[in-house]
């Protein structure tokens, strides 16, 4: 087990899900009521049977899936907990990927001006990113993540126990962010990405630690993303535009799979612009590409990718886009401005590595 | 003018409207969005036209009204917002109510995970009760402010020009928080506020300052609500489920109105468990009477009245319902429980001085 100790509070990584028996013993809750979809109540609650004999212990489950992020399924969240009578000494604890930590978090953040939670990421994703950085929040107007605010929970509870439920391609989704951390600060955590064959014999759980001290380690620089914490958007501008746009399709891509390809996407401008080697974007490209082998996207869909991109929360006005770069392989430049021009390029260049 | 610095922004007491021009030039925002409701759009913003010729200037409006207090509206302001492609840089400007101050600031807090706000409250009540303390939010289950926020504004503009918009009983319900004010803190204000007779007489702005002051010396010393703010919860738990009940009614009560009920029946309570003297509640009862006539209150609603009572934010737990009391004038107690029954007996003492 490791602990990863916060300013407010602390990161559990590692078979620790019974630290919460501990953690709401402590706090004395008036109720404990779990924030499931009915991907995670399914396949995660039977994990939390050990509270389930505690008579403040209650579920509270919604659809699964991030077409339910939304404001609608927020007013369910608060009139449920409206409904049990919580109140401000309640606690709730989410328990899932990034939708259920984001929306509970936004919903217990802003339900009777705020209440404690407890996050318990059940994806390899949700482990690595949604576990730091205080981002809480839903998508609105199409836009990912537009309403929301800053709020830390109680506690993490980082368990790999849950791995054993995911399919292999939401673990896969998740060693995107894995990679984003290794790409933007640790050169050497790179390198033993490199060796990555098969997904299946990953030790997942050694992977998670560092990784999320490397993020806490650049948000507690930046707590407010006035700066440093930028450098975390490496492949962010391109790939929540890619991912917003597939949203609604026939074929919806994971998060990580979208930042996968926008990160090779940014690689390309990075070479263009920011310093990169051409031989580190061809390294990126090979490993990114073969892990997740991006999908082409037809041409006809940029001028809306351009779109989202233009209206993204990261960009201090709607006259420019900007990019957090690699100037190499460890090392970041945040708030670069690029023209659409290469980003079309870019994403030309993504069609190139596309097998389809 | 009378300046009040806060620790994290200040108060502009007094004729100091003309100070946004320097506020917004200092932060150089990349739109000033102006939000108002249909009556503040008629009436107050004519007082802003001194911004309007800036090309970063724009208007939503939105309609009047406690019942428009809503996570439905929230949408609609979001997406005005993201209509005009406001970004993290640019500031609302919520002008009127508290309702556009509340509803406005929870909506500025949570775009894009936060832009600036600025209030501009049109009546008494606002720049008395809701220009500090950075509670922010939106009624919602028939819940008044039951979701929101801690958040504070860049700056308020307390500015009495608005007050000749004001219908007279706008204004009468404003004063409820300065004789709250007085009532929990400062015997010598409530001293002065015995000798109001006719309200069209009043120096209005030499009794904000000192009222913001009262309530800022309180919240500063417990900005989450955890104790000694709680004084400020004086006449708010009965009088808020009697503004709740009367919301939906054929005459719904200013805020301010339902609060100078509600502070009837707890100074009633006072007497009884918390050492108020009989002949303070007299005083009391004859001064707020005078002021207010209170409306009678049918027996029938009483049940609903203690239901919307234990759903009160303020208790932490719904087997008790809690009010804040005097101890005497100028002195509160918090946290004091309180039986149903006596509830119920400080709304019968409420209806023998009710002329109807």
């Known amino acids: 087990m490791t602990l990863i100790p916060l300013h407010d509070y602390t990161i559990y990584v590692g078979s620790t899900l019974q630290q919460l028996t ?6 004395s809750y008036t109720q404990h009521i779990v924030l499931a979809d009915t991907n995670t109540a399914a396949h995660c609650l039977p994990h939390l049977n050990f509270l ?14 991030e077409q ?6 927020c007013q369910t969240i608060w009139q449920e907990l409206m409904d049990r009578q919580a109140d401000r000494r309640s606690v709730l604890i989410n ?6 930590g984001d929306m509970g978090g936004f919903c217990a953040s802003t339900f009777k001006r705020g209440i404690d939670f407890i996050q318990v990421p059940t994806t390899l994703l949700a482990q690595v990113d949604a576990s730091v950085g205080g981002k809480l929040g839903i998508d609105f107007a199409d ?17 790999p126990v849950f791995f054993s439920t995911l399919p292999p391609r939401e673990l896969r989704s998740g060693l995107a962010e894995i990679i984003k951390h290794s790409l933007i600060a640790e050169a ?19 992977l998670v630690a560092p990784s999320v001290r490397i993020k806490q380690h650049i948000v507690a620089q930046d707590p407010f993303e006035q700066g440093l914490r930028k450098a975390l958007n490496f492949g962010h ?8 746009d597939a949203l609604h399709s026939a074929s919806p891509l994971l998060h990580g799979e979208a930042i996968a390809a926008g990160m090779i996407c940014e690689s390309y401008l990075s070479v263009k612009q920011a310093g990169l080697s051409q031989a580190a974007l061809q390294e990126i490209s090979d490993i990114i590409g073969r892990i997740y082998t991006p999908r082409a996207i037809d041409e006809r869909r940029f001028p809306h990718l351009l779109d989202l991109m233009r209206n993204d929360k990261k960009n201090r006005n709607r006259s420019e886009i900007n990019c957090s770069l690699l100037s190499g392989i460890g090392t970041v430049v945040v708030d670069q401005a690029v023209a659409e021009n290469d980003i079309i390029t870019s994403l030309q260049y993504l069609n190139t590595l596309a097998k389809n």
Do not use: C, M
């Open 188 to 206: 050497e955590q790179w390198a033993s990405i490199r060796t990555i064959d098969q997904l299946d014999t990953v030790d997942w759980p050694t």
């Open 52 to 65: 389930a004999s505690d008579a403040t212990f209650s579920v509270i489950t919604i659809p699964a899936g």
């Open 68 to 73: 339910y992020k939304t404001i609608q399924t």
């Open 143 to 159: 836009i990912k993540n537009s309403i929301g605010l800053f709020g830390n929970p109680q506690a993490v509870i980082a368990d």
């Open 237 to 244: 501008t391109i790939g929540h535009a890619i991912e917003s």
């Open 95 to 100: 328990l899932g990927g990034g939708v259920i």
């Open 22 to 27: 501990a953690i709401l013993r402590e706090k």
